[in-house]
């Protein structure tokens, strides 16, 4: 069965960092795209970071351009999300997501085929 779950997320002051995990199992990562999104309250599911099977194709949102960092590991079959200099609008739940293609990432969730359960993150002082 394939599953994505993430963990690392939490509550944590503007300015603050965490690193958020992605892990798979029940199929190995290294085939695949990987996408970041969240989701605030009343919002719709956006794009943070997606990262090419090789990890040598990166793309951000705007928002998250030079504050946050998707790296993988595929020997442990992990992807992560570095975030830095976090911000009140930052809060929202972060999932990941998996699809089996070739080319450059694509972030955008219909994009997407296998998902995770999501973590919540939250910038609060």
């Known amino acids: 069965q394939l599953q994505l779950v993430e963990s690392g997320g939490g509550l944590v002051q503007p300015g603050g960092s965490l690193r958020l995990s992605c892990a798979a199992s029940?199929?190995?990562?290294?085939?695949?795209?990987i996408g970041w999104f969240r989701q605030a309250p009343g919002k719709e599911r956006e794009g943070v970071s997606c990262?090419?099977?090789?990890?040598?194709?990166?793309n951000y949102a705007d928002s998250v351009q030079g504050r946050f960092t998707v790296s993988r590991d595929n020997a442990k079959n992990t992807v992560y999300l570095q975030m830095n200099s976090l911000k009140p609008e930052d809060t929202a739940v972060y999932y990941c997501a998996a699809v089996a293609t070739s080319g450059q990432p694509i972030c955008h969730p219909t994009h997407y085929r296998y998902w995770g359960q999501g973590t919540q993150v939250t910038v609060s002082s």
């Open positions: 029940g199929f190995t990562l290294y085939y695949y795209h």
């Open positions: 990262i090419s099977p090789s990890g040598g194709s990166t």
